[in-house]
């Protein structure tokens, strides 16, 4: 019995990409294990987005040296974002490393780590060098290959999932599309995963039916600008406004949800769809990136700080209730106090449930490292980033306040916290995508809508209690 341990960073992507991993390796016959040192095989699932999270994965491989030793005949393997940036080098810094494989690639995952494990069961036996054949399958690089070439080398893979790859039976994450087409300048994801392709939406629907068949009550429909959804066929398009129609007819689907949106392309018949389709979500995530003009530009967003604030006045007048969260970056190349200013003019304007904060991180071979120094000293993008969290999370908790006395409908999601002599504390997601914790001992909740009066708050919970 040979098992597998995989660890998982990055965005939603790369929590789906393990799940496709996990079912995969499990079809193929390994065992999942959570102890990573008693595995056969290690995979990390890696993300590229900013340096920091690539250190992490360095030293993380470098303490898998012992485990190696322990283990010749072990697989370690690098996938995800970090192995098709990074490629041959991986080798050279991890040099046990046995396989890195890209997100474009994931198709090819077991059959690559059975090859693996085989041939070194074989040199083994044969009493030679345990020392590998190492594989690495990445997709083409951009601009340097035509573009369908490129397009057909990051191959889509969604097949049906094991339920047990999953952290909650009854939710599930759904790629509609992969990759991304916008080149914000600071941005390595469109490098990594490739040009933008959209699923067929019968392919999506059949995959949310099975799902449903499966248990599934609440699918999250992913993509990295998940609003740029088009698919053309026999003259006519389906966009995503029509795939949350087409998706709500399903039988059994309770609730969609959808990440992460661009903020152009958010167009009144995706957000009339979220108004009036009582299945899909109340939440919508639109990073805004920056509040500065000109930082906007030099990120190349292609959007105003006022063309953004009229999205957001847009979305509060056309759906009740609604609420928004962002990704923000400060300390981007050049941004002076005065850009700053603005951004935060605009987290104070938009009043946000919640946003991401990011020091910006350069990236190799992107255009804005190409084009504009990275001199923001880190103790000023550390101020910014303290200062504007701080900002954020009194609006947070301002807003979560306003929901004290109220009732409100979650989706029991499992247990937060045991609490002692049989008292456990569950919690859930309003439709507003808020966390709420309360005290319950009946896990049989979990799965299973539920209306709670809201009696405290936090900048990132509210506490409730069933009623009756
Ligand atoms: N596709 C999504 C998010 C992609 S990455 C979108 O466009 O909305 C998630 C977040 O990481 C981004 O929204 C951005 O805020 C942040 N990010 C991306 N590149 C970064 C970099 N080089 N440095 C710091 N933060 C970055
Ligand atoms: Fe990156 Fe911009 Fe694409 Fe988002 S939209 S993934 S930030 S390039
Ligand atoms: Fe990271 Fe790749 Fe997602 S770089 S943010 S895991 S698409």
New binding site residues.
């Given amino acids: 019995m040979q098992r597998f341990y995989i660890e998982t960073v990055g965005?939603q992507m790369n929590v789906l990409d393990s799940e496709l991993a996990y079912s995969g390796l499990v079809q193929s016959g390994l065992v999942p294990t959570t102890d990573r040192y008693n595995a056969d095989v290690i995979l990390f699932n890696t993300c590229s987005?900013?340096q920091h999270a690539e250190d992490k994965i360095y030293s993380a491989l470098g303490r898998l040296k012992y485990w190696k030793m322990l283990k010749p005949y072990g697989v370690l393997g690098v996938i995800g974002c970090m192995a098709q940036k990074d490629q041959q080098t991986i080798f050279q810094r991890a040099p046990h490393v046995d396989l890195v494989l890209g997100p474009g690639q994931l198709e090819l995952l077991p059959e690559t780590v059975h090859q693996l494990l085989d041939e070194k069961l074989q040199r083994n036996y044969s009493g030679q060098m345990l020392e590998s054949g190492r594989k690495l399958l990445v997709s083409l690089k951009r601009l340097e290959h035509r573009h369908s070439e490129v397009v057909d080398s990051f191959r889509l893979f969604d097949p049906v999932r094991h339920s047990e790859s999953r952290t909650n039976r009854f939710q599930a994450m759904v790629r509609v599309m992969f990759g991304?087409d916008?080149f914000?300048t600071?941005?390595?994801?469109p490098s990594v995963r490739g040009p933008e392709q959209s699923r067929p939406p019968r392919e999506i629907l059949d995959e949310i039916r099975g799902l449903v068949s499966q248990g599934v009550v609440d699918a999250t429909l992913i993509?990295?600008?998940v609003n740029s959804y088009r698919y053309r066929e026999n003259g006519k398009t389906t966009r995503l406004s029509d795939l949350l129609y087409h998706a709500s007819e399903i039988e059994g689907l309770k609730r969609i949800s959808f990440?992460?949106?661009?903020p152009r392309g958010m167009d009144d018949e995706l957000l009339q769809a979220v108004r009036d389709l009582p299945k899909v979500s109340k939440h919508l995530?639109?990073?805004a990136?920056s509040g500065s003009d000109s930082v906007l530009h030099r990120m190349k967003r292609n959007y105003t700080s006022a063309e953004y604030r009229e999205l957001v006045d847009r979305i509060h007048a056309t759906i009740p209730n609604v609420s928004m969260t962002c990704?923000?970056?400060v300390g981007?190349c050049g941004e002076t106090d005065e850009e700053f200013r603005k951004t935060v003019e605009l987290v104070e304007y938009c009043r946000f449930k919640n946003s991401?904060i990011?020091?910006?991180?350069?990236?190799p071979n992107?255009k804005?490292a190409e084009l504009y120094p990275d001199n923001i000293p880190e103790s000023v993008k550390k101020t910014r980033n303290n200062l504007l969290l701080e900002i954020q999370d009194k609006i947070s908790l301002e807003r979560n306040h306003l929901f004290i006395g109220k009732t409100v409908e979650i989706l029991v999601e499992g247990m937060s916290k045991q609490l002692g002599d049989k008292r456990v504390q569950l919690s859930g997601r309003t439709w507003c995508d808020r966390i709420v914790v309360f005290e319950s001992a009946d896990d049989r909740l979990v799965g299973q809508f539920l209306k709670l009066k809201i009696y405290d708050a936090a900048p990132f919970t509210l506490f409730g209690k069933t009623l009756n």
């Fill in positions: 965005c987005v900013r991304c916008k914000c600071y941005c390595i994801v993509g990295q600008t990440v992460t949106n661009y995530h639109i990073p990136q990704d923000l970056i981007f991401f990011f020091k910006y991180s350069e990236r992107t804005s």
